[in-house]
C-alpha cells in the first residue's frame, strides 16, 4: 500500500511539474521514463525527438494498430463475421471485447472492439477472417512490416500479448502509425471515442468506449490536442502508447515503449511530449 502511495505521488508531481511549467523548451532522455521514444511532425516526416528510436521492445496491444490497417485494407466493415473458435485461443488474462464463438457481427463492429476494448478475441476473429488462420493473418502483418521499411519488426500474434518473437521499435512504430494515418477509415476509428455494436443472437447492443485519460475533458491528463490511437500494457512490455496530436494545422505523433508499469505515469510524459513537439513546429513556421 506504501509503495503504491509513493507511485501515485510521484505521477501527480510529474503531472504538476508538467501542467505548470511555462513551457517545454528544453527536453532531455532523463526527463522521460519511457525507454524508447519517437516523436514525429506529421505532416514532413521530421523527427522532432528520440530516445532509443531503434531499441527492440515488447509492444503489447500497440500491436493491433497492424491488425486494424491490415484489415481495413483488405475488407469492407459491412462483412459479416461469424466468430471462429481461435477466439478462445487467447491467454487467460487477455483483454477481451467480449465476443463469443458462434456470434454473427459485421466486421465493423470487430474493429471498434479491437481498439476501443483491445480485444484480443477480436484480434484473433478479424485474423482468421482475412487469412483463414490467425498464423496465415501473422506472415501478412510481417509482410506488411517489412514493405513499409520495418526492419526491426516481427509480429508472433495479431493482439501483443507476450510471445518470444513479438517485438518492434519506436521508429517502426512510427513509420507504421504514420502511414495508417494516410487511412481515414483508420483515423475515423482510432480518433473515436464511443461506438455501439449491433446486438446478436447472444447478446443485447453494446456501447463501447475509447475512455484514454489523456482525451477525456475530466480527467488530470487531459490534453486537448491529443487524439487516440492506442495503449498497450503487458507485464513484460510495461506502459505503452502510440497516439496523435493536432493543433491547427500541425499534426503529431509520438510512439513511446516501457514507459514504466504504472497505469497512468505515462499521460504527462505524452502531454510532455506533445507540448515539446508543438513548440519545436511552431519555431520554424
Known amino acids: 500500500m506504501v509503495k503504491k502511495t509513493i507511485r501515485l505521488l510521484l505521477v501527480f508531481l510529474i503531472f504538476l511539474s508538467v501542467t505548470l511549467a511555462p513551457g517545454a523548451c528544453a527536453l532531455t532522455d532523463g526527463d522521460l521514463v519511457s525507454e524508447a521514444v519517437m516523436l514525429v511532425d506529421a ?32 475488407s469492407s466493415p459491412d462483412e459479416i463475421v461469424t466468430i471462429p473458435q481461435c477466439v478462445e485461443d487467447i491467454g487467460f488474462n487477455s483483454t477481451r471485447v467480449p465476443v463469443y464463438y458462434g456470434e454473427i457481427m459485421p466486421l465493423q463492429d470487430l474493429w471498434y472492439g479491437l481498439i ?18 490467425v498464423d496465415a493473418f501473422v506472415k501478412m502483418m510481417n ?21 518470444a518473437g ?3 521499435t519506436a521508429r517502426d512504430m512510427s513509420t507504421l502509425a504514420l502511414y495508417c494515418l494516410n487511412n481515414d477509415l483508420f483515423r475515423e476509428i482510432t480518433f473515436g471515442d464511443e461506438y455501439t455494436m449491433q446486438a446478436t443472437s447472444l447478446r443485447d447492443k453494446m456501447t463501447i468506449y475509447h475512455n484514454y485519460p489523456i482525451n477525456d475533458y475530466n480527467s488530470m ?17 510495461g506502459q505503452c502508447y502510440v497516439g496523435a496530436a493536432i493543433k491547427g494545422d500541425k499534426e503529431i505523433v509520438v510512439v513511446m515503449l516501457r514507459c514504466g508499469w504504472e497505469k497512468f505515469g505515462k ?18 513556421s
Open 43 to 74: 505532416k514532413t516526416g521530421e523527427i522532432l525527438y528520440s530516445k532509443n528510436p531503434d531499441m527492440t521492445l515488447s509492444m503489447a496491444s500497440t500491436t493491433k494498430i497492424m491488425t486494424l490497417i491490415l484489415s481495413i485494407e483488405m
Open 116 to 133: 476501443f476494448k483491445s480485444g484480443n478475441d477480436a484480434a484473433n476473429a478479424i485474423a482468421h477472417h482475412e487469412a483463414g488462420s
Open 143 to 163: 509482410d506488411k512490416a517489412q514493405a513499409l521499411g520495418m526492419k526491426n519488426t516481427h509480429f508472433a500474434n495479431p493482439h501483443g500479448y507476450t510471445e
Open 166 to 168: 513479438h517485438y518492434t
Open 221 to 237: 491528463y487531459y490534453y486537448q490536442y491529443s487524439r487516440g490511437i492506442k495503449t498497450g500494457y503487458t507485464q513484460a512490455a
Open 267 to 284: 499521460w504527462p510524459e505524452a502531454k510532455k511530449l506533445y507540448q515539446y513537439g508543438f513548440e519545436q513546429i511552431e519555431k520554424q
